[in-house]
């Protein structure tokens, strides 16, 4: 199976919806919030898609400035294409994009946690998450 992969190939809202059901993760997105989504996919600056012909297999959604830090914010593989090294290619292609002191950073979901140590990254106990709704405490 030829798979290609691009950068920064636009794709539609509904196009990224349909490949996060189909991968699993559409289950911890909010894929029910049509505008959220839109603007999840139009407002990322790093994309890299996996394609087999012209059906979307995979994408990493990337915010990055390209220079200090990137954060994967959606890493998904269609779950017919899994397990085939698509997840790591889409890495490596995210990375490749980025400056020599650029970090990838990313929250896992909880069944693919085991995933990314054995690839390389380390994890880190000190990453902090503010969620939305939460005011920070100025007194
Ligand atoms: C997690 C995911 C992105 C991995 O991509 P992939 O293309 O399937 O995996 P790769 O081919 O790059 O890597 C394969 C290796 O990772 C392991 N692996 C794959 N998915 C895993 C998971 N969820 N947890 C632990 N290990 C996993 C495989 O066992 C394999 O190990 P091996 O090389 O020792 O045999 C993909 O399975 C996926 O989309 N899962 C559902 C959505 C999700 O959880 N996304 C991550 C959000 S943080």
Same mark, same amino acid.
């Given at each position: 199976?030829?798979?290609?992969?691009k950068v920064n190939e636009p794709i539609? *809202?509904?196009q990224f919806i349909d490949l996060l059901e189909r991968s699993t993760l559409g289950e911890r997105r909010p894929i029910e919030d049509y505008d959220c989504m839109a603007g999840m996919v139009s407002n990322s600056n790093l994309m890299i898609t996996a394609w087999n012909d012209d059906i979307l297999v995979g994408i990493a959604r990337?915010? *990055?400035d390209f220079h200090y830090a990137c954060y994967l914010s959606d890493l998904a593989?269609?779950?017919d294409y899994q397990k085939?090294?698509?997840g790591?290619?889409?890495q490596a292609l995210t990375q490749e994009q980025l400056g020599p002191r650029c970090k990838l950073i990313l929250i896992a979901a909880p069944a693919a946690n085991s995933y990314y140590g054995p690839i390389g990254y380390s994890q880190n106990d000190r990453c902090w998450v503010l969620e939305p709704g939460t005011q920070i405490l100025t007194e």
């Open positions: 199976m030829a798979i290609k992969y539609t *809202t509904d990337s915010v *990055t593989v269609h779950q085939l090294g698509i790591k290619r889409l």
